[in-house]
T-cell receptor, first 112, second 113 residues
Framework: QQQVKQSPQSLIVQKGGISIINCAYE??????FPWYQQFPGKGPALLIA?????SEKKEGRFTISFNKSAKQFSLHIMDSQPGDSATYFC???????????FGKGTMLLVSP | DAGVTQSPTHLIKTRGQQVTLRCSPK?????VSWYQQALGQGPQFIFQ???????QRGNFPDRFSGHQFPNYSSELNVNALLLGDSALYLC????????????FGSGTRLTVV
């Protein structure tokens, strides 16, 4: 499976600010793009996901923007809170294969 | 409703030894996948089990093997441990062919010394 490239590696945002994490992929067979949140000592937990037939999906303060032509997708966290401080992973999967290819992660710190 | 349960939570082994990690999937899930997460990296797919058969495998050597039992629980075995095998090993379960239902356990932290 092709690599999923994630940036930035780390991010510091003030409370109430917007956190933006970007991912890019190469394999056009990918058709499912989830974002996972991981706290220290825990496994990744699904945050939000999108399929390539839509350009944006919003769930509460979390929004995925998807650009199929550019093969890029991003996570926006609005009104960031200290409790959002965690590592975020983008991932991608191919229809019919329930395996995920992950990015390397972004460590987010929201300062009070 | 219990999620994915993994045991043990931490493990220290010596280089060259063998290790077995265990996973109980979430209720209603019959597919189990194993991932290796090195420090500061994203999880990497090792293999997936369904109906007691290895269905897919990632780019890992044969030293990594697994098993799935009739109750859907699974084991990951690693032989001839190397220092580079030190990582967090994650088990994820899902209903078959419904990858959006992926649920991860908290993992087993393996340290090879």
């Amino acid at each position: 499976q092709q690599q999923v490239k994630q940036s930035p590696q780390s991010l510091i945002v003030q409370k109430g600010g917007i956190s933006i994490i970007n991912c890019a992929y190469e394999n056009t067979a990918f058709d499912y793009f989830p974002w996972y949140q991981q706290f220290p000592g825990k496994g990744p937990a699904l945050l939000i996901a999108i399929r390539p037939d839509v350009s944006e999906k919003k769930e509460g303060r979390f929004t995925i923007s998807f650009n199929k032509s550019a093969k890029q997708f991003s996570l926006h966290i609005m009104d960031s809170q200290p409790g959002d401080s965690a590592t975020y992973f983008c991932a991608a999967s191919i229809r019919g294969y329930s395996t995920l290819t992950f990015g390397k992660g972004t460590m987010l710190l929201v300062s009070p | 409703d219990a999620g994915v349960t993994q045991s043990p939570t931490h493990l220290i082994k010596t280089r060259g030894q063998q290790v077995t990690l265990r996973c109980s999937p979430k209720s209603g899930h019959d597919t189990v996948s194993w991932y290796q997460q090195a420090l500061g990296q994203g999880p990497q797919f090792i293999f997936q089990y369904y109906e007691e058969e290895e269905r897919q495998r990632g780019n890992f050597p044969d030293r990594f093997s697994g098993h799935q039992f009739p109750n859907y629980s699974s084991e990951l075995n690693v032989n001839a441990l190397l220092l580079g095998d030190s990582a967090l090993y994650l088990c994820a379960s899902s209903p078959d062919r419904e990858y959006y239902g992926y649920t991860f356990g908290s993992g087993t932290r393996l340290t090879v010394v």
